[in-house]
């Protein structure tokens, strides 16, 4: 499953109420409330017929047997059973009554779950109870206003069970105590007739307070377990809201986070309103905020982060996001109207941002992927399906890369040109091993001319990278690649034990061979034991020390500077050369020069680029540049150098040694070779002619540089 599903599976987890333990919860409370309501009801109606009914029942049962032994005359047996006093009658098969002893109550639908007889009478103050059996059915039913309720079925049962048909009875309302009138009925006569005998339920005071609190006890018990769901749902509720905040928020800057930013940037991606729109991710970050924090403290970075991530969200407008992604950088979606007028969002920004402290100006990055409308298959425009947003935050970021080595804010923007560079990279970084594996890597050599006697003086060694997948590479191309990934070592050990295998074979070859330099990345010259390092390798080739020549760029001097000077005095003492490479490139030159105990000093081919007039700023620069050389007791080697009158200027002014295109460009080692003996002619006479003696221009007159 990919990374992008799973994201969205745990996203949508978190969003989920869980409130099935609170259902199952309710649930349970449910069925034991409603348990626990039928036990007293059973109990109470139990209670109510064995207790209240039993001895009614019996009486009747007595009338019936005593009329239905009796076999005199029928007048004699209807006087005894009228003494008793109770309400009584009898029917026959037919339904006919034979014989009746007060007022029958009793309904003609006997046998169905409703008031009979008793319907009638209410509204002048009786109400009917009726005790229902047939062969089916059996229960307690109480009538109310509009009908009867259904109480509890089954729980006259045993009561009743000899019963067949159904008994009914009124009920005196106006008593203080109730009677409920219960008809029983009695099959009698070998079942050819039924005597119905009117019983009285009494309904007292105690059992209206039983029911009573039995309907309170309930009412409570519901109320207490309704509010216990309540609670118990508006606690999962909350637990739930705060649960998904923290999950969606970016402990720093206490705003949303990338997970939040991944499920809201989608949905507005993909939102049908903003199909036809181009939209914009971006990635914005704080450029020195390590620095920052090493300067002030971790906390005081984090309060900055905390500004930053408030300055945005307070610039965004309706859709637009913004988030903490990691470390330095924020997250943004941006929904411009075009491209210029995000450009000008993007300044604003930056000019707010630079300024949020006020005894500070930071410096920010933005890069910025626009997000094309997508087509379909008949070339319309439809709803973005094709969305990634880690995809896009990706290419925002690569744009932004492409700032790392500007000093001020700026805004860049991705365009696929930089996918190639990023591919290029890729493969760089993941070739480099092999090449080297392979000797893919080529040694080339600059020679360096005395400007005055035209002799070879030295040699710098170049890299080029022959690789038989991707052509000739010239350094520029994957030198500062494998700088920025620290992987530079490697290379320059391998340019050192080449320079030193090669020198030791032009050496034994009886060549007249002059020093070659090799550049060392000021990574490489951090490392402690730098010195006895290029020693071993160099005793490895069997190359005398005094024919290799390190170098240095100017930059590398202002990291630790005590290692280095360390290291200097070192590789001097082991009989090495030390040189600055790119005098002049830098900012702080003159300082480095002052601490370092260097041979050789290499002007920056900056110096002689341009149209450079007679007696200009240049020319001073470079002379003094070179009289302050000469005072150090250092060697001085022109670089860049394209042009005879530079080549002059710089031999008038005493430079020692010039390394341009002038006189070669660098060439593979074999062709070095033969220039070893030779004196320098100038590569291209298209663009420098060497001056004859006669030629020869006297000193001060034709002494421009460019
Ligand atoms: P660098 O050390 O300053 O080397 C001088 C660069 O200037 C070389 O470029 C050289 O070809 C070029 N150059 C010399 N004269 C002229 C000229 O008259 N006109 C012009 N336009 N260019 C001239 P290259 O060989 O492309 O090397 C570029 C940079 O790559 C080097 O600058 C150096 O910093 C780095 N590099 C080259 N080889 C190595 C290496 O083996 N190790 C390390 N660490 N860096 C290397
Ligand atoms: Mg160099
Ligand atoms: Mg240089």
């Not at 034991?32 to 001895?55: E, I, Q, W």
């Not at 969305?387 to 492409?402: G, K, L």
């Not at 002799?455 to 700088?483: H, M, T, V």
């Not at 080549?647 to 460009?665: H, R, S």
């Amino acid at each position: 499953m990919s990374k992008k599903n799973t994201q969205r599976k745990v996203i949508k987890k978190v969003r989920k109420v869980h409130i099935w333990p609170t259902l199952v919860l309710c649930l349970v409370i449910a069925v034991v409330v409603d348990g626990f309501f039928a036990f007293l009801l059973s109990a109470f109606t139990t209670y109510v017929v064995n207790s209240k009914m039993a001895d009614e029942y019996e009486a009747v049962e007595y009338m019936a047997k005593i009329y239905d032994k009796n076999s005199s005359a029928e007048d004699d047996i209807f006087a005894l059973l009228d003494e008793e006093g109770r309400t009584y009658f009898i029917k026959d098969n037919h339904g006919k009554i034979i014989y009746q002893f007060g007022k029958n109550t009793i309904g003609t639908t006997s046998g169905k779950i409703e008031i009979i007889g008793g319907q009638k009478s209410i509204g002048s103050g009786e109400r009917t109870a009726i005790v229902y059996l047939d062969n089916t059915t059996e229960g307690l039913f109480v009538p109310n206003e509009d009908g009867e309720l259904f109480i509890n079925p089954g729980s006259i049962y045993n009561f009743a069970q000899n019963i067949q048909d159904n008994v009914s009875q009124q009920i005196d309302t106006k008593k203080a105590s109730v009677d409920l009138p219960v008809w029983i009925a009695i099959n009698v006569k070998g079942g050819t007739q039924t005597f119905y005998g009117k019983a009285v339920y009494n309904f007292s005071p105690s059992d209206v307070f039983f029911m009573a609190s039995m309907v309170i006890a309930a009412v409570v018990l519901l109320g207490c377990v309704i509010i216990i769901i309540v609670i118990n749902l508006i606690t999962t509720f909350v637990r739930h809201k705060k649960m998904t905040k923290i999950f969606f928020m970016d402990p720093i800057t206490k705003g949303h986070n990338w997970m939040w930013f991944t499920y809201h940037g989608e949905n507005i991606l993909k939102k049908r309103k903003y199909a036809s729109k181009e939209l914009a991710v971006l990635d914005l970050v704080f450029v020195k905020y390590r620095n920052y924090c090493v300067c002030h403290s971790v906390a005081e970075g984090e309060e900055m982060l905390y500004k930053v991530d408030k300055l945005l969200k307070e610039n965004l407008k309706k859709d637009e996001i913004a988030c903490h992604y990691a470390s330095a950088n924020f997250s943004l979606i941006l929904i411009p109207e075009s491209k210029e007028e995000l450009e000008g969002r993007i300044n604003d920004l930056l000019k707010k941002l630079e300024s949020i402290e006020s005894d500070h100006k930071f410096t920010f990055h933005v890069g910025v992927y626009l997000v094309q409308p997508e087509k379909g298959e008949n070339g319309k425009i439809r709803k973005r399906k094709d969305i990634d947003i880690e995809r896009e935050y990706n290419n925002a970021c690569t744009a932004r890369t492409t700032l790392d080595d500007c000093d001020d804010s700026g805004v860049a923007f991705f365009d696929e040109d930089l996918v190639e560079e990023q591919k290029w990279i890729d493969i760089v970084l993941d070739k480099y091993e092999d090449a080297i594996k392979n000797e893919e890597f080529l040694v080339y050599y600059q020679p360096k001319y005395d400007p005055k006697t035209r002799k070879l003086k030295g040699a710098e060694a170049l890299i080029r990278w022959d690789s038989p997948e991707f052509g000739f590479k010239s350094p520029g191309e994957f030198i500062p690649i494998l700088e920025r990934n620290g992987l530079i070592p490697k290379i320059d050990k391998y340019m050192i034990r080449h320079v030193a295998r090669d020198q030791k074979a032009w050496l034994d070859a009886g060549l007249d061979c002059v020093p070659a330099s090799v550049n060392v990345s000021r990574a490489h010259f951090m490392e402690k034991d730098l010195a006895n390092q290029i020693k071993n390798m160099v005793d490895a080739e069997g190359c005398p020390h005094e024919y290799l020549e390190i170098e240095l760029t100017e930059s590398a001097f202002f990291d630790d500077k005590k290692a280095m000077i360390d290291t200097i005095y070192q590789l001097k003492d082991m009989g090495f050369k030390v040189s600055m490479d790119d005098f002049g490139s830098g900012y702080s030159s003159l300082n480095s020069l002052k601490d370092m105990p260097l041979d050789v000093l290499k002007l920056d081919a900056e110096f002689f680029s341009g149209d450079l007039n007679k007696n200009s700023r240049g020319e001073i620069v470079v002379s003094e540049a070179l009289k302050i050389a000469k005072n150090l007791e250092m060697l001085t080697v022109a670089e860049g150098v394209e042009a005879k009158a530079q080549v002059d200027f710089l031999a008038k002014n005493g430079c020692d040694m010039i390394q341009g295109f002038y006189f070669a460009k660098p060439m593979p080692k074999e062709e070095y070779a033969t220039k070893m003996d030779d004196l320098a002619t100038p590569e291209d006479e298209s663009i420098a002619v060497v001056p004859d003696e006669e030629d020869e221009a006297p000193a001060g007159e034709n002494d421009t540089i460019g």
